[in-house]
């Protein structure tokens, strides 16, 4: 073991920023959200992006360092302390309806990048527990489904018109969200569907793993409402929301343009590095668990996050995450910056896309 995974520390800046909001009042409920997606782009953009790849005796070493796993772990505890927190303080009466919402967006925040993002690295893992605790992050979103649909339908289609969560060239955010959330649960039923007819199980039966998640999560909302009241119930579907819209927002600008190319009806390419927008802005990366070095996860799903790397020929973002999320709210100027990526990469690299 070395100290080398404690570079991922800064991750605790942001459920500081969250602890801050939970605590105050007036426009200090809004750090967490202000700190994500203000504070933390503008020192992406100042901050280094390092290309450089680990050794393979690195990577060796790397895998076999346990801290490397257990903080991502520490999560789940983390993140379900502090919806605990949330439920408890979110009924406040003298807050105001500006400072609920100011709270709401603190939880959101860790909806999305303690809950689904750390279920997302988890969930690629082989481990039973690791899984469950993939699952039980994902609860904290309502979005148990992303375990379906993600590993079985995200990373075979991905690229191609038939993923609800490839962002199409000339498609704004706000009907990504429609299509996505959508057809990506739609989805995850055919898919366990499928699953389930293949080993001629029931579909109504207690191995259709998305009948147990719409049951596990009606059985929170139910709890929430019975130990907190209303207001915490709404205010966590509210907080959920916000959660999962932030990870349609980083499928939105992960492949947004880009496409496998068909080789016969049905068929396409491999998946390739070029098939997902990359960046290297070191703050984002660290924030996230490696997620914006996704051309290699999707090149090679297994690899864990403190070992995914650059590759040169994998399209790069212009900054980090958090600062290409916010650019995607804003259409008119997002088209215009990624375009010019996109027709500058089809130069340099010669692809064909449309």
């Known amino acids: 073991m070395s100290f080398k995974p404690l570079k991922y520390l800064p991750i605790f800046t942001g459920i500081i920023a969250v602890a801050i909001s939970f605590t105050s009042t007036g426009w200090w409920t809004y750090t967490a959200i202000i700190y994500t997606f203000g504070l933390i782009p503008i020192l992406d953009m100042l901050m280094p992006a390092p290309e450089k790849n680990m050794t393979a005796i690195e990577e060796e070493l790397a895998l076999k360092d346990p801290l490397y796993d257990w903080l991502v772990y520490l999560m789940v505890p983390i993140q379900y302390a502090f919806l605990g927190w949330f439920l408890v303080i979110i009924g406040d009466s003298s807050l105001s309806t500006f400072e609920v919402w100011g709270r709401i967006t603190a939880m959101g925040i860790l909806c999305g990048s303690l809950g689904i993002n750390v279920a997302h690295e988890l969930g690629h893992r082989t481990k039973k527990i690791e899984q469950t605790m993939s699952k039980a992050l994902l609860l904290t979103s309502l979005y148990m489904h992303f375990f379906i649909e993600h590993n079985r339908g995200h990373h075979k289609r991905v690229a191609t018109p038939d993923d609800p969560a490839t962002s199409r060239y000339g498609e704004n955010i706000y009907s990504f969200y429609v299509r996505s959330v959508v057809f990506s649960y739609i989805s995850a039923w055919k898919l366990e569907a499928k699953k389930l007819q293949k080993k001629n199980l029931p579909f109504f039966s207690i191995h259709n793993e998305m009948l147990r998640f719409q049951v596990i999560q009606m059985a929170l909302l139910v709890g929430i409402y019975f130990a907190f009241g ?37 068929h396409y390419e491999k998946v390739l590095p070029i098939h997902s927008w990359n960046s290297n802005h070191i703050l984002g990366r660290l924030l996230l668990f490696e997620l914006t070095r996704h051309s290699d996860h999707h090149f090679k799903a297994s690899r864990k996050y403190q070992v995914l790397r650059h590759f040169e020929d994998a399209p790069q973002m212009p900054t980090g995450y958090p600062g290409m999320m916010a650019l995607a709210t804003i259409p008119p100027l997002w088209f215009w910056v990624m375009h010019r990526h996109i027709d500058k990469y089809k130069k340099q690299h010669g692809v064909a896309w449309t």
Request: hydrophobic share 45%; charged share 15%.
């Open 230 to 266: 209303l207001l915490p119930m709404l205010a966590f579907i509210a907080a959920a929301t916000f959660g999962f819209l932030q990870l349609e927002t980083v499928n939105y600008i992960e492949h947004y343009g880009l496409q496998r190319q068909q080789k016969e009806e049905g």
